[in-house]
């Protein structure tokens, strides 16, 4: 069986969910890579590298510059003619470019799988992950999405896959790139971060959110998140949102400062493998998931945290 398996990439570097997505795909056989875009050699040298990966496709053209999903799925497609999965790691990419293919293959899209039970036995979470479900897919060709979080990233390094270019289907003109707003941060990734500071309604303001949660993350090197309830309200931008709708994340720590702890909230960082909660209602549900629990206000606790830190 050949795996076929979308690469991430930005400003000429493969993304790490790409690295969980080859680990999932080498549970289904033979792992192939496609790098899509516009001089991205170096990418698909960094891809080659990557252990466990037999092959690099390259598509190296002006079409898949901005990873337009329309113009990204159709070479999928005709990759797909000698491959029986396709898999996308669960983020929005991937989430914008399998359905379509899928559609285009006419299959079923097996959607955020945790586990690879067999060639075409998959574990994924239902309810909010509250529920596990196996599916068993009798398609002749997958297209599954892969929670990164679940699977270990497979090593950068220790790969020598030969690199093949292919001429791809080009731009389709079903849509075309206007342009884009990336925020910058010195912070590392919310879905690659060893520590994440989360902060929820509690905060009160925007002002309050930055003056408070930004010095705690800055001196544990962490990334910044947040509850959909502070993103909603303005306090925090919609990037940072963790939790059924945002981001799914499985740090080695997690802080949620002023968050009530929601099932939504919880079905992002549940896996996290420590979680300190500070929160001033010691029945709050969050208290049920963390290791560590802080009662108090948390406008005088984290300033006092960050100052000891
Ligand atoms: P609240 O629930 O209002 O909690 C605030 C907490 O702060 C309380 O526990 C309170 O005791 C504590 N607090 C207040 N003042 C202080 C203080 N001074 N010091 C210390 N503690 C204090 N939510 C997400 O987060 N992510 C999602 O992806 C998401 N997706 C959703 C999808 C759907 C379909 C739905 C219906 C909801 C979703 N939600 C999501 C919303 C979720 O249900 C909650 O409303 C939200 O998580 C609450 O955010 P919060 O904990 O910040 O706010």
């Given at each position: 069986?050949?795996?076929?398996?979308?690469?991430?990439?930005?400003?000429?570097?493969?993304?790490?969910?790409?690295?969980?997505?080859?680990?999932?795909?080498?549970?289904?056989?033979?792992?192939?890579?496609?790098?899509?875009?516009?001089?991205?050699?170096?990418?698909?040298?960094?891809?080659?590298?990557?252990?466990?990966?037999?092959?690099?496709?390259?598509?190296?053209?002006?079409?898949?510059?901005?990873?337009?999903?329309?113009?990204?799925?159709?070479?999928?497609?005709?990759?797909?003619?000698?491959?029986?999965?396709?898999?996308?790691?669960?983020?929005?990419?991937?989430?914008?470019?399998?359905?379509?293919?899928?559609?285009?293959?006419?299959?079923?899209?097996?959607?955020?799988?945790?586990?690879?039970?067999?060639?075409?036995?998959?574990?994924?979470?239902?309810?909010?992950?509250?529920?596990?479900?196996?599916?068993?897919?009798?398609?002749a060709r997958k297209v599954i999405t892969v929670r990164g979080t679940a699977f270990e990233k497979a090593a950068k390094e220790g790969g020598s896959a030969t690199i093949e270019q292919?001429?791809?289907?080009?731009?389709?003109?079903?849509?075309?790139?206007?342009?884009?707003?990336?925020?910058?941060?010195?912070?590392?990734?919310?879905?690659?971060?060893?520590?994440?500071?989360?902060?929820?309604?509690?905060?009160?303001?925007?002002?309050?959110?930055?003056?408070?949660?930004?010095?705690?993350?800055?001196?544990?090197?962490?990334?910044?998140?947040?509850?959909?309830?502070?993103?909603?309200?303005?306090?925090?931008?919609?990037?940072?949102?963790?939790?059924?709708?945002?981001?799914?994340?499985?740090?080695?720590?997690?802080?949620?400062?002023?968050?009530?702890?929601?099932?939504?909230?919880?079905?992002?960082?549940?896996?996290?493998?420590?979680?300190?909660?500070?929160?001033?209602?010691?029945?709050?549900?969050?208290?049920?998931?963390?290791?560590?629990?802080?009662?108090?206000?948390?406008?005088?606790?984290?300033?006092?945290?960050?100052?000891?830190?």
């Amino acid at each position: 069986m050949i795996a076929l398996v979308l690469v991430e990439h930005e400003g000429g570097q493969l993304k790490d969910a790409t690295l969980a997505t080859v680990t999932a795909a080498s549970k289904l056989g033979e792992v192939h890579l496609l790098v899509a875009g516009e001089n991205v050699g170096g990418v698909a040298e960094e891809a080659a590298r990557i252990a466990g990966v037999a092959k690099v496709h390259v598509a190296d053209n002006a079409a898949y510059a901005h990873g337009l999903a329309e113009n990204v799925a159709p070479l999928v497609v005709e990759l797909m003619q000698h491959c029986d999965a396709f898999l996308a790691p669960a983020t929005t990419t991937g989430k914008n470019i399998a359905p379509r293919v899928a559609a285009l293959l006419d299959v079923m899209q097996i959607s955020d799988i945790l586990s690879v039970e067999g060639p075409d036995t998959f574990t994924r979470p239902i309810y909010a992950g509250n529920a596990i479900a196996t599916v068993q897919s009798s398609d002749a060709r997958k297209v599954i999405t892969v929670r990164g979080t679940a699977f270990e990233k497979a090593a950068k390094e220790g790969g020598s896959a030969t690199i093949e270019q292919t001429g791809g289907t080009g731009d389709t003109g079903l849509s075309s790139f206007v342009g884009q707003e990336v925020a910058h941060s010195e912070r590392p990734e919310l879905t690659s971060a060893n520590i994440i500071v989360s902060g929820g309604r509690a905060l009160g303001s925007s002002e309050q959110f930055h003056a408070l949660i930004d010095p705690l993350a800055d001196k544990l090197g962490a990334a910044v998140g947040a509850s959909r309830a502070a993103v909603d309200a303005g306090y925090a931008p919609n990037d940072y949102q963790v939790g059924q709708t945002g981001k799914i994340v499985a740090p080695e720590v997690y802080i949620a400062v002023g968050i009530s702890g929601a099932i939504q909230h919880l079905a992002g960082m549940k896996d996290s493998k420590t979680i300190v909660a500070i929160n001033k209602d010691e029945d709050a549900p969050i208290f049920q998931v963390a290791d560590i629990g802080l009662v108090g206000d948390l406008f005088k606790l984290v300033p006092e945290l960050t100052e000891k830190l």
